[in-house]
């Protein structure tokens, strides 16, 4: 009964190597988000979906990139890793953008970069 | 002024006592404050929320104070146990005046002692 799901749970990839770290959602919400968080940090957000428009943070990378094909699935494409995108990577959903602000989140994909 | 600072960075407390994590704010425009609890490679999970028409809100051994003038709210964890041992994160929302996004604190690893 997992509500958001990621996978994989671990991901290595090599230095400049695309990578793609999907999520999955059984609650039907409207929003989806991907965050980044890195040790003893709180998450930082680096896009959301609502339905289907799509919102960049001014400070996200170009080297990060999001997909949504459909409600129940969201994926990041990180383009060419650098050591510095190692981090764990946080999905969460929410049945709506503003109001309550309840999150959803996922397990994480704990990125490693060689 | 987007911040939400939390202190402290860490706290150990022995079985039985009372943990207490404080967070503050500028934004004015913050109309949620959850707090989020997070188990060592996990995602995060919503604990406990108010919003600033009350002063405290209380779910069990876990107790929000808030104070709306001095614009800080804090956690309070009763009877604490071993199994509260985790990192605690709270957050804001502006809620009708964003989407949803929500404003992390950096964070406060507790540890609770048997």
């Known amino acids: 009964d997992a509500m958001v799901i990621q996978n994989p749970r671990y991901q290595v990839t090599q230095f400049g190597k695309p990578v793609t770290l999907s999520c999955s959602q059984t609650?039907?919400?409207?929003?989806m988000y991907w965050y980044q968080q890195k040790s003893s940090q709180a998450p930082k957000l680096l896009f959301h979906y609502y339905d289907k428009d799509f919102n960049n943070e001014a400070d996200t990378p170009d080297n990060f990139q999001s997909r949504r094909p459909n409600t129940s699935f969201c994926f990041l494409d990180i383009r060419s890793p650098g050591l510095g995108d190692a981090a764990m990577y946080l999905c969460?959903?929410?049945?709506?953008?503003?109001?309550?602000?309840?999150?959803?989140f996922g397990p994480g994909t704990r990125l490693t970069v060689t | 002024q987007q911040q939400v600072k939390q202190s402290p960075q860490s706290l150990i407390v022995q079985k039985g006592g009372i943990s207490i994590i404080n967070c503050a704010y500028e934004n004015t425009a913050f109309d949620y404050f959850p707090w989020y609890q997070q188990f060592p490679g996990k995602g995060p999970a919503l604990l406990i929320a108010i919003r600033p028409d009350v002063s405290e809100k209380k779910e069990g051994r876990f107790t929000i104070s808030f104070n709306k003038s001095a614009k800080q709210f804090s956690l309070h964890i009763m009877d604490s146990q071993p199994g509260d041992s985790a990192t605690y994160f709270c957050a804001a929302d502006a809620g009708g005046t964003s989407y949803g996004k929500l404003t992390f604190g950096q964070g406060t690893i507790l540890t609770v002692h048997p």
């Open positions: 609650l039907n919400h409207n929003v």
């Open positions: 969460a959903t929410s049945r709506k953008l503003a109001g309550e602000g309840e999150q959803y």
